[in-house]
């Protein structure tokens, strides 16, 4: 999954206020004009500009690339249960089979035997691995998901999303982007 961001719009990286992105996937961008909003209501400080000004009769400013807000905003230590979430923890793949196509989610203990919707009995499938597991339990049908759900954290979810950036990184956004990886040895 590729989230398209244009170059042409001018979009730019909205940091927290300890210089790391508000999220990694989507990656946090604001509209030229939503960053100068911030900038005039002092919100945001301008880390990094483009090389484009924007002017009126009596004002000129180069478009901000990357801005930090100037209070910290505390990431919540639970994200909330959605579908988007869900596949982000499994890597927009079916735990099945692998594919990336179709996806919707399937329960481990189908709701028709008791079982529930939450982060552990819940995993993306893709429709055919959804509908050829119907209501049966995973040991009755020898469908196993490749790795056993559990309730991801928001570095969990981050950590993923990492693995998708989008097809436009503008080169004033890569100081700030992937800096807190773990580096290969």
């Known amino acids: 999954m590729t989230i398209h961001v244009s170059p042409e719009a001018l979009p730019a990286l ?14 946090s961008l604001w509209s ?17 500009e483009y090389d484009r000004v924007i002017k009126s009769p009596s004002f000129e400013m180069k478009l901000p690339s ?9 990431p919540a230590s639970n994200p909330a249960f959605t579908r988007f ?8 793949e079916c735990q099945y089979c692998g594919s990336k196509h179709d996806l919707t989610f399937d329960h481990l203990i189908p709701r028709a035997r008791g079982g529930r919707t939450t982060w552990q009995n819940v ?6 691995c959804n509908l ?15 790795q056993t759900p559990f309730q991801p954290t928001v570095y969990d979810l981050q950590a993923n999303g990492r693995k998708f ?21």
């Open 32 to 48: 030229w004009q939503d960053a100068i909003k911030a900038v005039c209501l002092d919100r945001v400080n301008i880390v990094n």
């Open 123 to 128: 995993v993306a499938a893709c429709s055919p």
């Open 165 to 185: 950036p989008p097809n436009h990184l503008h080169e004033s956004w890569m100081d700030y982007l992937y800096w807190d990886i773990e580096l290969e040895p």
């Open 66 to 74: 990357v801005v930090a807000l100037k209070s910290y905003i505390k």
């Open 132 to 146: 050829r597991k119907a209501d049966k339990m995973p040991r009755d049908i020898g469908m196993w998901p490749s």
């Open 14 to 27: 909205v940091l927290n206020a300890d210089f790391r992105p508000l999220s990694y996937y989507p990656l």
């Open 85 to 92: 979430n869900l596949f982000l923890r499994d890597r927009f």
